[in-house]
């Protein structure tokens, strides 16, 4: 099992570009998360999917976009690339686990708008 | 809305020391509550989770307990080693959203 799968990895864009990040996952989860982790910050919900064809927004929701065409697969996308939207982004997904939700991580892609 | 408050860091402990690393949290509605840990250039991985009130919590030596009534959920380790340095985060769940806490760093010293 892959799990969860981020793609690119890595990304240098320039102020004004735009760009989409990929994630996909292999395990049927229903629910989605995209996530920018920050120095000092913890982890904060960008953009969130309980199931195909469904996307709501979380907590940092400006200056992204979302779509979830496919069960397996989440994309965020930036219209428009500013330097505080360098960070690194996690994708997530997760299912009810009976008792509460089991959540499984991507391992990250690092951005920097320049 | 739900969050979470750890205490902050950086931490540096010499090997075999004790540890802990304080966590709160504000819920609407009764949560589950986490702990994640990123080792350096990784992702997030579960190393422990409570989903009641008195729940303990253990995974490779770590442990924390479900306090509702002082809202808590401190992570504790007897003996710490050096492959423990990380970044360590504080979690909840009420609904399918996670919240994190802000991540304490640990650093271990030989």
């Known amino acids: 099992n892959a799990g969860v799968t981020q793609t690119p990895k890595f990304r240098v864009l320039k102020t004004g570009q735009s760009m989409t990040l990929l994630c996909a996952q292999d395990m049927n989860h229903e629910y989605m998360y995209w996530y920018r982790q920050d120095p000092g910050m913890g982890l904060r919900l960008i953009h969130y999917?309980?199931?195909?064809?469904?996307?709501a927004k979380g907590e940092v929701p400006d200056g992204y976009n979302v779509s979830r065409l496919k069960k397996q697969n989440f994309l965020l996308g930036l219209e428009s690339a500013a330097p505080s939207q360098t960070s690194v982004y996690f994708c997530a997904s997760s299912y009810w686990q009976g008792a509460t939700y089991g959540y499984t991580f991507g391992s990250g892609t690092r951005l920097t708008v320049v | 809305g739900d969050s979470v408050t750890q205490m902050e860091g950086p931490v540096t402990l010499s090997e075999e020391a004790f540890l802990t690393i304080n966590c709160t949290y504000t819920a609407t509605g009764y949560p589950s509550l986490f702990w994640y840990v990123q080792y350096p250039g990784e992702g997030l991985q579960l190393l422990l989770k409570a989903t009641k009130a008195d729940d303990k919590g253990s995974n490779k030596g770590f442990e924390a307990t479900y306090r509702k009534e002082t809202t808590s959920f401190h992570l504790e380790k007897g003996s710490v080693q050096v492959s423990d340095s990380a970044v360590y985060f504080c979690a909840l769940t009420v609904n399918e959203k996670l919240t994190f806490g802000t991540g304490t760093r640990l650093t271990i010293i030989p």
């Open positions: 999917s309980v199931g195909e064809g469904t996307t």
